[in-house]
T-cell receptor, first 116, second 110 residues
Framework: NAGVTQTPKFQVLKTGQSMTLQCAQD?????MSWYRQDPGMGLRLIHY???????DQGEVPNGYNVSRSTTEDFPLRLLSAAPSQTSVYFC???????????????FGQGTRLTVV | DAKTTQPPSMDCAEGRAANLPCNHS???????VYWYRQIHSQGPQYIIHGLKNNETNEMASLIITEDRKSSTLILPHATLRDTAVYYC???????????FGKGITLSVRP
């Protein structure tokens, strides 16, 4: 299993450009999420999805769009990149189970984005 | 989800046990304690979690106090590769998000 795969690993954008960060998982996990991490800070949740067709906002959603058309993929779109979006982006997935079970999350290796 | 408090940093000698503390005084009865670590800007890695009993796996042990207001992650024989930021997170079992604080930076010295 590849786990959680993020592409690209590095990206430089000009202000105002748009792009999509890709995230794919092959574990059939229902729950997927996007985080950003700025220097010296912990991870902050951008958007998350509890299943195909269902998305919701996290802590810092402004400037980002997501969609979830399949269980495997959860792309993150920057419609008009700004320097404030320079960050490292992590995608995560985990099963969505109940009944007291508490599964761990699996993270991708990150996409390092610089907006100039 | 309950908030957690961790010291910003600590160090330990290679081969010795590393005891990483975490306070979560507002934890609710249905909230688990999770530990993740992040090695040099890689994606966070799950270590261990528990509800109220002590837990052990191949990576670490988790000791939760009886009142559940604090916990300790124990790396029994720290190596240089354990140098990382360790995050203590408290959350309910399912349906909720992982909220990361700043974590504790563990430096293992030779």
């Amino acid at each position: 299993n590849a786990g959680v795969t993020q592409t690209p690993k590095f990206q430089v954008l000009k202000t105002g450009q748009s792009m999509t960060l890709q995230c794919a998982q092959d574990m059939n996990h229902e729950y997927m999420s996007w985080y950003r991490q700025d220097p010296g800070m912990g991870l902050r949740l951008i958007h998350y999805s509890v299943g195909a067709g269902i998305t919701d906002q996290g802590e810092v959603p402004n400037g980002y769009n997501v969609s979830r058309s399949t269980t495997e993929d959860f792309p993150l779109r920057l419609l008009s990149a700004a320097p404030s979006q320079t960050s490292v982006y992590f995608c995560a997935s985990r099963p969505q189970v109940g009944g007291g079970s508490s599964p761990e999350a699996f993270f991708g290796q990150g996409t390092r984005l610089t907006v100039v | 989800d309950a908030k957690t408090t961790q010291p910003p940093s600590m160090d330990c000698a290679e081969g010795r046990a590393a005891n990483l503390p975490c306070n979560h005084s507002t934890i609710s009865g249905n909230e688990y304690v999770y530990w993740y670590r992040q090695i040099h800007s890689q994606g966070p890695q799950y270590i261990i979690h528990g509800l109220k009993n002590n837990e052990t796996n191949e990576m670490a042990s988790l000791i939760i106090t009886e009142d559940r207001k604090s916990s300790t992650l124990i790396l029994p024989h720290a190596t240089l590769r354990d140098t990382a930021v360790y995050y203590c997170i408290v959350r309910v079992a399912y349906g909720s998000k992982l909220t990361f604080g700043k974590g504790i930076t563990l430096s293992v010295r030779p």
